[in-house]
């Protein structure tokens, strides 16, 4: 039994055959070259993204995301696949008081979306503390310049230091959201916030990449 859970953990962190792009941060130059940092706010830190050496990671690198008191996002623009599949881990979850309402941070999250400098739609996938999963809602930041149709995914149930895959068809996700199709060329981001909680934070996440979609098969079919 032992030996088919090892099994699964590496067939999970496997590039999908059919994947049309993938990211294992396995190099630092390309989080240099592709990637750029977004999201600042004044008299606000930076939050932290650098590329780290982890064993258990598909290529034995990852993109760490460190939040002290911070905020910010790594983006990237594509033009993919449907379905987002990615491998993500909290190690530092953030803090919040017993009692205390659960303030608008995440130890790590990950959007998908659209638009121009002055207008963008996107969908986020975040890791919470108390949310409840699936929990969903609409928001907008910098002076409704940017909405947000956000979905928790991930919360304080995951034990830190876990590995969890995640699959989304974010087309859809963002269809639903906004009534629309997401532009053929859209941005993926990767941030963290911990500004409101005061905590540090720490997240990783091992690899990003867009797949087709997947067709369901029918019960008793192989």
């Given at each position: 039994?032992?030996?088919?859970?090892?099994?699964?953990?590496?067939?999970?962190?496997?590039?999908?055959?059919?994947?049309?792009?993938?990211?294992?941060?396995?190099?630092?130059?390309?989080l240099e070259r592709d990637w750029k940092f977004d999201g600042s706010r004044f008299l606000v830190p930076r939050t932290k993204f650098y590329i780290g050496s982890e064993p258990t990671a598909s290529q034995g690198k990852v993109m760490v995301v460190e939040a002290n008191k911070s905020t910010g996002v790594m983006l990237v623009g594509l033009e993919k696949a449907p379905v987002m599949r990615w491998r993500w881990r909290v190690?530092?979850?953030?803090?919040?008081?017993?009692?205390?309402?659960?303030?608008?941070?995440?130890?790590?999250?990950?959007?998908?979306?659209?638009?121009?400098?002055?207008?963008?739609?996107?969908?986020?996938?975040?890791?919470?503390?108390?949310?409840?999963?699936?929990?969903?809602?609409?928001?907008?930041?910098?002076?409704?310049?940017?909405?947000?149709?956000?979905?928790?995914?991930?919360?304080?149930?995951?034990?830190?230091?876990?590995?969890?895959?995640?699959?989304?068809n974010v087309v859809e996700d963002y269809r639903k959201a906004y009534g629309k199709m997401p532009d053929s060329y859209f941005i993926i981001s990767v941030g963290a916030n911990s500004q409101y909680s005061g905590s540090n934070s720490r997240a990783e996440v091992d690899f990003i990449e867009f797949i087709p979609v997947r067709e369901k098969k029918e019960p008793g079919k192989k």
């Open positions: 039994a032992a030996g088919a859970g090892i099994e699964a953990v590496a067939e999970e962190q496997k590039p999908s055959p059919d994947a049309s792009w993938r990211n294992d941060f396995d190099d630092p130059v390309t190690l530092k979850p953030i803090v919040i008081k017993p009692g205390e309402t659960e303030p608008d941070d995440q130890a790590v999250v990950l959007y998908f979306g659209d638009g121009t400098l002055l207008k963008q739609r996107c969908v986020g996938y975040r890791w919470e503390v108390d949310t409840p999963l699936e929990s969903s809602g609409l928001r907008k930041y910098a002076a409704g310049m940017m909405t947000v149709s956000h979905r928790t995914v991930r919360n304080g149930t995951t034990p830190a230091g876990e590995w969890v895959v995640e699959e989304r």
